[in-house]
């Protein structure tokens, strides 16, 4: 009789073993198949923080300019820029990639567009810079506009509108 119990008892636990391992698994595949439909949704619900930053700026000094000017979007120039300058002691060598902001998707389509252009442009206008300007924090600004002001003329002429609002800097090496 002692050995009936026994028995019964290692059932029992096996059979909670078993129930567990069963719960595990329909919990682990819910989380799979949960997860599974956020990414082929195609997005998350929250924005990016560049875009929501940009997007609560536009709200907070103008409700209706968002609406008129259309979303912040971001185009990546395809390989960053490479190039030479001159400097006091020594030539450096300079690698910046470029993102630019335009609002629409239409100026977002143009400026892809037009990314040949876009690129000559800037390759023209950084590699005219020297390595003393490059140092500073007020040179890099002063190219970045200088850069804006040009893209803006080239896609001017052959777009017929201001399609760049602003060019970014996402990154910056010198040696």
Known sequence: M???KDLEIGEG???????IIIIGGVVVLA??????????????AEPAPAEAGAAETVVA????ALAAKGTAMYVS??????????????????????QLLVRGSNNEETAKVHIPLLESTLLRIFSASNAEEL????GKENLKKKA???????????AGSDVVEEVLFTGFVMQ
């Open 2 to 4: 002692a050995a009936g």
């Open 13 to 19: 636990h096996a059979k909670k073993k078993k129930l």
């Open 31 to 44: 989380v799979v198949a949960v997860v599974a439909v956020f990414m082929m949704s195609g997005g998350s």
């Open 148 to 158: 804006l002001k040009e893209v803006q003329e080239a896609l001017t002429g052959v």
């Open 135 to 138: 140092i500073t924090v007020e």
């Open 61 to 64: 000094t103008d409700p209706n």
């Open 77 to 98: 120039m395809p390989r960053p820029f490479i190039f030479n300058v001159p400097g006091a002691s020594k030539d450096r060598l300079v690698q910046i990639k470029v």
